[in-house]
């Protein structure tokens, strides 16, 4: 009993990460905040961020408060999300990790080169 029980609670968890990850790629938080939360020009990185940190941005965006004008732009982002999505979302954001694939150099690299690159 007490196996199935974790079985479905690890599923549910698993889901709520993946319907978190598809949010955040279908409302492009992405082409700022990097794939994984490494953040990119003005936008903040979000990978490593504890999650209380990031459920209280969040909350304090959907109340139309942000610490610097150019963030003015999630606001209405943050507003979209409902109080069990935000949450949800905290948690999703604090466990991103950058995906290094250590075979792509030995893929893309071609020994014979063009001489002078």
Request: aromatic share 6%; proline share 2%.
């Amino acid at each position: 009993m007490k196996k199935s029980l974790l079985i479905i609670l690890l599923s549910l968890l698993g889901d709520a990460n993946t319907s978190m990850e598809v949010l955040y790629l279908k409302n492009a938080c992405h082409s700022c905040h990097g794939v994984y939360g490494e953040g990119m020009g003005n936008a903040p990185k979000l990978q490593g961020v504890n999650e209380k940190v990031l459920l209280q941005r969040l909350k304090n965006l959907q109340q139309g408060k942000t610490r610097f004008r150019s963030g003015e732009i999630m606001i209405s982002f943050a507003k979209a999300l409902d109080a069990n999505q935000t949450i949800q979302m905290s948690k999703y954001l604090s466990t991103l990790k950058t995906k290094i694939d250590t075979n792509r150099y030995d893929t893309e690299y071609d020994p014979s080169g063009d001489g002078g690159s």
